[in-house]
């Protein structure tokens, strides 16, 4: 064939979808030059596609060695191919941290030359994300049709489930808005006569009275239980949103300011990491020192007394936020503390309102904050990361709503604890 020819043929492969061909014309001159450029191309349509698969693929030879890895599947295992590349299949099960059994599973498929497939396998990356998984075999045959390895194939799961348990929480929440509003009614005003009765009662007893400390818990009681209520109102009517520009790592010291009162103990060591030159933030100043002081709350109740908390910000240009591909900066807040770490079979449940571990909590605080990240356009993510629970929150700084931050406006304002 004249290489003319040949390309015309490659042209008319690639037209009918096959990507596999490449062309034989040798030569330094003009045609030469086509011949390269053209096997160029169809190399990087090959990569684009197998890249572009929704998501993650893993190819391992005969003997389980790992040949090749496309771009999903390196954004699930959050490493780069070096990491795997020409390594034995198990060092996906030591990046990804999965169950160990995988391991024998994976030998098993490949040794059996097995097809199958794990549904809805819990996984944590090496950035510390929890996914969920669908983790496939099948093999692969050589052009003769003889074994030539395995392929894996991986979904990432996560992001479907998000949105699922987004809808559902949506449902719960409106649902729950309603009730709230009757229930604090219906409580409220009785709630307020036990409490002045019960003043009352206080006054008619005599001074030394076993039953005044009685009278004394159950006024405190009935104000927890009003501040509850007034926590449930705030969250199923949140106040009108004052937005100003701000400065995110001033917000986050009030908040520190304000838990500071909480901590008397001095074996809580906390750490600040703020970056200088984080840009101003359009958003409600008030509510994103209460997201912050909700997580650094937590953070305080899992150190118990002794440990590390760290309060990180950095400026990320590049931030993808949404899934249009539009791609805008955001400013990254990670709150981390060395307490236990939140056991993974809670995790579905840790934004749910009246989810709580704890003897006094009222698990309310993480939904609150989830309410203000998502009214900021931002997330919220837990993670696992280095022996250290940590609340990475991503605020996208958009457009600004074409206003120019006056550093004037950045606000001071003080706050009620
Ligand atoms: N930093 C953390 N480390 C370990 N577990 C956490 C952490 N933050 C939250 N949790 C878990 O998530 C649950 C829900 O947290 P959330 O702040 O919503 O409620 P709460 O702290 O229990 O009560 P409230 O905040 O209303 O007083 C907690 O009870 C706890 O089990
Ligand atoms: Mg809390």
């Keep these: 064939l004249t290489p003319l020819r040949k390309i015309l043929t490659g042209a008319r492969q690639i037209a009918k979808g096959d990507f596999s061909g490449r062309l034989d014309i040798k030569g330094l001159d003009e045609l030469g030059i086509l011949g390269k450029d053209f096997n160029r191309m169809v190399s990087s349509l090959n990569e684009y596609f197998i890249d572009s698969l929704a998501g993650g693929w893993v190819l391992l030879d005969p003997h389980g060695k790992i040949v090749s890895v496309n771009r999903g599947a390196l954004n699930i295992f959050h490493c780069e191919s070096e990491d795997l590349v020409g390594k034995p299949h198990d060092t996906l099960i030591r990046i990804l941290s999965v169950n160990p059994s995988l391991e024998s599973w994976v030998e098993e498929s490949l040794q059996n030359k097995l097809e199958r497939s794990l549904k809805e396998l819990d996984a944590v ?206 400013i990254i807040v990670q709150i981390k503390d060395s307490g236990d770490p939140i056991p993974s079979e809670i995790l579905p449940n840790l934004f749910d309102p009246f989810f709580t571990t704890k003897k006094d909590g009222t698990g309310l605080g993480l939904p609150i904050t989830h309410q203000i990240v998502t009214l900021h356009g931002g997330t919220i993510t837990p993670l696992c990361k280095n022996g250290f629970t940590e609340f990475n929150i991503e605020l996208p700084v958009a457009e600004q709503l074409g206003k120019e931050p006056d550093l004037e406006m950045v606000q001071k304002v003080s706050y009620e604890v």
């Design 125 to 330: 990356n090496r950035d510390g994300r929890h996914l969920k998984l669908t983790f496939s075999t099948s093999q692969l045959k050589d052009k003769d049709d003889n074994f030539a390895g395995m392929a894996i194939t991986l979904k990432d799961l996560t992001r479907a489930n998000e949105i699922t348990e987004k809808m559902q929480r949506t449902d719960k929440l409106a649902a729950l808005g309603e009730m709230a509003a009757g229930l604090a009614h219906e409580i409220r005003n009785p709630l307020g006569s036990i409490k002045g009765l019960t003043q009352l009662l206080r006054e008619e007893l005599k001074e030394g009275d076993k039953a005044q400390v009685y009278t004394e818990t159950m006024i405190r009681e009935i104000d927890r239980l009003n501040g509850v209520i007034t926590t449930l109102l705030n969250f199923s009517h949140p106040s009108q949103n004052e937005f100003r520009f701000c400065d995110i790592n001033k917000l986050l010291e009030r908040a520190l300011e304000l838990i500071n009162v909480n901590i008397d103990d001095k074996s809580i060591q906390i750490e600040q990491v703020l970056d200088p030159s984080l840009p101003a933030f359009w958003g409600d100043d008030k509510k994103l020192v209460q997201a912050f002081l909700n997580i650094l709350l937590n953070a305080v109740q899992a150190v118990n007394g002794s440990g590390e908390i760290v309060l990180v910000t950095r400026f990320d240009p590049n931030h993808i936020i949404n899934e249009d591909g539009l791609v805008t900066g955001a």
